[in-house]
């Protein structure tokens, strides 16, 4: 996994050629690694490296890891109640439908 830190990634105001180039690289030499963008204002890639399905692909299983992580679960049981981790439990049960 390429891990890629930004104080403020914004597509609309720090150019990502450098995030696109790597990413087309990757397909054109049939490399398939994630690439994982951290920062405070993490905005979508551009659609040119990454399709609109695949973007919701990868958010929906991002968001179901996230909110499947243990020790996410505990905290959330310690700060507000067993039932609030049921309630996410269930809700991460629930796929996005892509066409």
Same mark, same amino acid.
């Given at each position: *996994? ?8 914004? %597509?609309?105001?720090?150019? *990502? ?21 951290? =920062?405070?204002?993490? #905005? %979508?890639? #551009? ?10 692909? #990868? =958010?929906?299983? %991002? ?11 505990? #905290? ?7 039932? %609030? ?5 269930? *809700? ?8």
């Amino acid at each position: *996994m390429l891990l890629v830190y930004e104080q403020n990634v914004k %597509a609309d105001t720090i150019n *990502m050629s450098d995030i696109i180039f790597v990413s087309n690289y990757q397909k054109q030499n049939s490399f398939n690694s994630p690439i994982c963008i951290v =920062g405070s204002y993490v #905005l %979508a890639l #551009l659609t040119e490296t990454i399709s609109p399905k695949d973007i919701v692909i #990868l =958010g929906d299983e %991002a968001f179901t890891k996230f909110h499947k992580n243990k020790n996410f679960l505990k #905290l959330i049981e310690n700060i507000f109640s067993f039932q %609030a981790v049921n309630n996410i439990i269930e *809700m991460i049960k629930t796929k996005l439908k892509v066409d």
